[in-house]
């Protein structure tokens, strides 16, 4: 922590832009060296930023804050009324905010005399706003906004992106590495269990290993806190009729919908459209309707079950997009684990990052794969991520060590045997070998080009215009497509997708494929544009 704090306080001293990537380990105190940090800035009378993914979700960073800076800071998120956001600009313009906390729009706060931008958890896909319109990436803008203020900016993570290493071992920038954990604690032991061999050896119990099983019961005999965690929301995956195969789908999207037990209803976690999940189908009449799949109240309903048997008094509670929805529901639920009303907390990605809970000392991932094999190419990355930031949880205090038990079927699996030996470096070599052979980010830059509309027709004709307008890219891009996307239909526009593979090596600015979008969209506006068709163009893309 020390020689971390030194290196960027001899950048605050010279008064001058210089990005530093704090890579430490989970529990390794990043959050105290942030503080440190912040605290010299508002010493000298200047201004802090501190960008978090999704400050809503983690009262506890806020409160720590708080202790240290009260009445100074001004919190800006989504989960705030339209005059709570009121009051914290105010607050922010009048310069009585010293210290803005807020998530990735943010970094447009108008603070004057900016000292710092710190982006903590810079690898969150959740700094990326891909819709709607402006299209950005808050870490990246967050450098640049640090770069014409000519100060210094810090990005904190225990899995740094694959982007931002290559930056800092191409020398772009300062890497800063905390390997240990603060106070003496020790990373937790992580082991999988093969769910192949489990379920030949009738070793489950619903989506349970009787190995992770026995360690629950374990915890709960000691009074120490449990995470589970399962990254998918709802009861299951869909319902399907098994006499004529019918899945109920989204009337205005091309996705099935997911079952929700709780209120017997179907949704659609794209749009938001709902129905009542009937008993029969309704196309063939068959009586019963089966539910495939798991999610997390299926999960919870599975765990229920079987910590009746293991302690009757034991309380589990579910923390997903569906029990947190209300306004500080989320901060009751942590309150309630935190205090020890509640032994085992079970979720999604809600549990998975910026939680600090000394009595938790197991973790135990019901499913690891359902990330691993996503048509993206970032899928290796993000399981790798998911699991580290998950694992981190467990073991937070010296006297109390953490255990992970990861359940997969793919234990073979590069991204999962990194995370279960806690190995960073091998992943990001392993990585960045494979992003290079296939010409992906870091080493190009995608360029999503989605054309749609309500008009099925018109989305392969204005699509299959554009490729053409765009041209021969040479050794500067390549255009791919137009594609179907896996969901071909969203909010009843049927869409089309162009991705431009741009060389950073010969066109390192993109000043060359910015051209050529523009001669494409001049031409497009002149000669083919219509009313009944958008296009959106996103740079950098997540989703490409």
């Not at 708080?66 to 313009?93: C, L, N, T």
């Not at 210094?152 to 020398?171: C, D, F, K, Q, Y």
Request: aromatic letters at 8%.
């Amino acid at each position: 922590q020390q020689s971390a704090k030194d290196a960027v306080f001899a950048a605050l001293d010279d008064d001058k832009f210089k990005a530093f990537l704090l890579h430490g380990v989970t529990g390794s105190g990043k959050t105290l060296v942030y503080i440190h940090i912040i605290k010299k800035v508002l010493d000298e009378g200047k201004t802090a930023l501190l960008l978090v993914p999704e400050i809503s979700l983690t009262p506890q960073l806020l409160d720590r804050f708080e202790q240290v800076f009260p009445g100074q800071i001004a919190a800006q998120h989504s989960r705030m009324s339209e005059g709570e956001r009121y009051d914290a600009w105010r607050k922010i313009r009048s310069g009585k905010a010293k210290l803005v906390i807020g998530v990735r729009s943010s970094v447009f706060a108008p603070l004057e005399n900016l000292g710092i931008i710190i982006a903590d958890e810079e690898h969150e896909q959740s700094f990326k706003q891909s819709s709607p319109v402006p299209r950005y990436n808050g870490r990246d803008v967050a450098i640049y906004r640090a770069k014409s203020e000519n100060i210094p900016i810090v990005l904190g993570s225990a899995t740094p992106s694959i982007e931002s290493m290559h930056n800092a071992r191409s020398g772009r920038y300062e890497l800063l590495e905390i390997r240990s954990r603060a106070d003496g604690a020790s990373l937790p032991k992580i082991r999988s269990i093969d769910m192949r061999d489990a379920r030949k050896n009738s070793q489950l119990i619903g989506s349970y290993s009787k190995d992770l099983i026995e360690k629950i019961n374990e915890k709960l005999i000691a009074k120490e806190g449990i995470i589970l965690f399962l990254n998918k929301r709802g009861f299951s995956s869909y319902m399907e009729c098994w006499d004529c195969g019918n899945i109920p789908k989204c009337r205005d999207c091309d996705v099935s919908l997911t079952y929700h037990k709780y209120n017997n209803t179907l949704r659609c976690h794209y749009c938001g459209y709902t129905e009542k999940a009937h008993k029969s189908c309704q196309v063939c009449g068959h009586e019963e309707m089966s539910v495939v799949g798991t999610g997390t109240q299926k999960i919870e309903e599975e765990a229920t079950e079987i910590i009746k048997d293991l302690a009757a008094d034991a309380v589990l509670e579910r923390m997903d997009l569906d029990t947190a929805s209300r306004k500080g529901a989320h901060r009751k639920i942590l309150e309630r684990f935190s205090s020890g009303a509640t032994d085992i907390l079970l979720g999604t990605q809600m549990v998975a990052k910026g939680l600090d809970f000394s009595r938790v000392t197991l973790v135990g991932v019901v499913n690891a794969d359902q990330q691993l094999f996503l048509q993206d190419f970032r899928a290796q990355e993000k399981t790798f991520q998911l699991l580290t930031q998950v694992s981190g949880r467990a073991g937070r205090s010296k006297d109390k060590p953490g255990e992970v038990i990861i359940q997969t079927s793919h234990p073979e699996s590069f991204a999962i045997q990194a995370a279960i030996a806690g190995d960073y470096n091998s992943f990001y070599k392993f990585e960045i070998e494979q992003r290079k052979a296939a010409s992906y980010p870091p080493f190009t830059r995608f360029i999503l080009i989605e054309i749609s509309s309500r008009d099925q027709k018109m989305a392969d004709e204005h699509s299959m215009y554009f490729v053409r307008k765009l041209g021969f890219g040479g050794k500067f891009y390549t255009v791919l497509g137009p594609t179907i996307p896996y969901i071909s239909r969203i909010r009843t526009y049927y869409r089309r997708q162009i991705i431009i593979k741009n060389y950073k090596q010969f066109d390192p600015s993109g000043r060359r494929v910015r051209r050529a979008i523009r001669n494409a969209i001049t031409d497009y506006r002149s000669e083919k544009s219509s009313s009944k068709v958008r296009i959106t163009i996103d740079i950098d893309s997540y989703s490409a």
